[in-house]
């Protein structure tokens, strides 16, 4: 079946500029991640969801960073006046319900800041 | 979460099994042992967890360590295909954001 999908796989952008990643997690999943990944580095957690309900945002570096999930499916993250060291492949995963479920993950969106 | 220690690095020839370390010595009763891999330019990709007892798939192996501070995951025969970052993560059974650490970088050698 259809796995996470994120769009778009690149994004470059001009520093200033807003940009919104988007986040198409697996039918019937009810938590959705979304993790930082610098390179030569393990990915870093940002924000989750369970169903529409963010449930930790505790990972956001900062509040030009925010999520959405309003709907309980696809989920946007969405940087604000984005800044060079904002530059990082952002992954997405979700898993279904019920402890221990392991989290399948997007091919990711590679950001650039010029 | 707990802290996980891996060997930044190992080899493998191909064809051999390898044993991947990690070490949990503060890990608490509720945590789980799970295992992911990231192979290069592609998301990490769930490997195999466990609890106490060693676990077996179709993709690998964990052996638990009795007092629990310790375990390794197998593969039981390294092909190039497995070349890749292997993360030992501590998790309790809640579906909590996974704590990446730096891995080990398996290499395989034909």
């Known amino acids: 079946g259809a796995g996470v999908s994120q769009s778009p796989r690149y994004k470059v952008t001009k520093r200033g500029q807003d940009v919104a990643l988007r986040c198409d997690p697996i039918?019937?999943?009810?938590?959705l991640y979304w993790y930082r990944q610098a390179l030569g580095q393990g990915p870093e957690f940002l924000t989750y969801?369970?169903?529409?309900?963010?449930?930790?945002k505790s990972g956001l570096p900062n509040d030009r960073f925010s999520a959405e999930r309003p709907e309980g499916s696809i989920s946007t993250l969405t940087i604000q006046r984005t800044e060079q060291r904002d530059s990082a492949m952002y992954r997405c995963?979700?898993?279904?319900?019920?402890?221990?479920?392991?989290?399948?993950f997007g091919d990711g969106t590679r950001l650039s800041i010029l | 979460d707990a802290k996980t220690t891996q060997p930044n690095s190992m080899e493998s020839n191909e064809e051999e099994p390898v044993h991947l370390p990690c070490n949990h010595s503060?890990?608490?009763?509720?945590?789980?042992i799970h295992w992911y891999r990231q192979l290069p330019s592609q998301g990490p990709e769930y490997v195999i967890h466990?609890?106490?007892s060693n676990v077996n798939n179709r993709m690998a192996s964990l052996a638990i360590a009795e007092d629990r501070k310790s375990s390794t995951l197998i593969l039981h025969r390294a092909t190039l295909r497995d070349a890749a970052v292997y993360y030992c993560?501590?998790?309790?059974?809640?579906?909590?954001?996974?704590?990446f650490g730096k891995g080990t970088r398996l290499s395989v050698i034909a």
């Open positions: 995963a979700s898993s279904p319900p019920g402890g221990n479920q392991p989290q399948h």
């Open positions: 039918s019937g999943h009810v938590s």
């Open positions: 969801f369970n169903y529409e309900a963010q449930q930790d």
């Open positions: 503060t890990i608490s009763g509720t945590d789980y």
């Open positions: 466990g609890l106490t």
């Open positions: 993560i501590l998790r309790t059974p809640l579906n909590t954001p996974l704590v």
